[in-house]
């Protein structure tokens, strides 16, 4: 035989040459969430290693990870049930937890960066990323761009990073461009949830936020699995909305969709490994079923190797100590 492709196989020089694809904890981004108190430390349980954090703690958790060279974290607030309104005001309380753990976290690390997530449901007393129709239930769109664009000024102004827009609203990432510019926030990042579906991955996210919808589910506004090509559609009009980066959401089983998006613009793509999809590798490890560093490796990667240029990821410090060994 002339052509043995097992010769760039042979031994792990070789396939460290020829290796295509290249992982490091500079394409990861760590979800982390957010409670009050002090040297609080409450552990999700559908989420085998994760747990809310007192600001103090992110601070600690932040250090650790940015040690490790995990350089950009999420912050997710787990707010009280007494502060969700129908309209959400808490989401713009400059003296709430998410402003005070953005603020307080920068003070501490300015070299992080921080991305803050807008949307509505972790506010909401209905559990919706947007204003909900009292009447009729309908998720009103044009009335809750006004709320999210007063959130992303508030997580602007105590000092994030970049703006995550979660919500699936249409027209919202043009109308928090205009107004993170009218102030003057010309230079925070806007990573769109360009391409963000009706899952149900989300499941064990929901319990660590107590966020899921009261009534009814997200499927006016978040999109429907079985759709690429509307994929395509949703982040050329974030684009030319002023977006950033692109992202998708759920990761693994949406890894096509990675790749179309890859092929089709010149921003940067961003993929969400979801907690549904952390909880089923930790699941199926704890039974003894899986490798647990062998599968986060292989599972990231895979997110690369579809075209991701950034992963959020409840792997992230794993992911990061085991390439640092």
Not at 52 to 63: H, N, T, W, Y
Not at 69 to 83: D, K, Q
Request: contains cysteine; hydrophobic residues 40%; negative net charge.
């Amino acid at each position: 035989m002339l052509i043995r492709p097992r010769r760039n196989r042979a031994n792990e020089v070789i396939r460290s040459l020829v290796r295509e694809t290249h992982l490091s904890a500079n394409h990861l981004i760590a979800p982390l969430f957010v409670i009050e108190g002090t040297n609080q430390k409450v552990p999700v349980a559908s989420m085998p290693g994760q747990n809310r954090l007192s600001i103090d703690l992110v601070i600690k958790e932040a250090k650790e990870l940015y040690d490790l060279g995990v350089r950009t974290v999420a912050l997710f607030p787990a707010v009280s049930e007494n502060l969700k309104t129908p309209h959400a005001q808490e989401a713009y309380n400059p003296d709430g937890l998410n402003a005070r753990a953005i603020s307080e976290l920068k003070n501490a690390l300015p070299e992080m960066m921080i991305m803050g997530d807008v949307a509505l449901d972790p506010y909401s007393s209905e559990g919706h990323d947007g204003i909900v129709d009292p009447k009729t239930g309908e998720i009103l769109n044009d009335e809750t761009l006004e709320v999210l664009a007063n959130q992303a000024l508030c997580e602007a102004r105590a000092g994030v990073d970049i703006i995550g827009p979660s919500d699936r609203m249409d027209g919202r990432v043009s109308y928090i461009r205009q107004a993170l510019d009218d102030e003057g926030f010309s230079k925070t990042l806007i990573m769109s949830y360009s391409a963000k579906y009706a899952s149900a991955y989300y499941g064990p996210f929901r319990d660590a936020l107590d966020s899921a919808p009261k009534k009814g589910d997200k499927k006016t506004y978040q999109m429907d699995y079985a759709n690429a090509n509307e994929a395509l559609r949703e982040a050329a009009l974030d684009e030319a909305e002023g977006a950033d980066i692109l992202m998708v959401k759920p990761g693994l089983p949406y890894l096509d969709v990675i790749y179309r998006l890859k092929q089709n613009f010149t921003l940067p793509i961003a993929a969400y490994n979801v907690s549904g999809e952390y909880a089923m590798v930790k699941a199926a490890v704890e039974k003894g079923w899986l490798e647990n560093d062998k599968v986060i490796l292989e599972t990231l990667t895979s997110f690369r190797r579809a075209g991701a240029d950034i992963i959020l990821t409840y792997f992230a410090k794993e992911a990061a100590q085991l390439l640092n060994n």
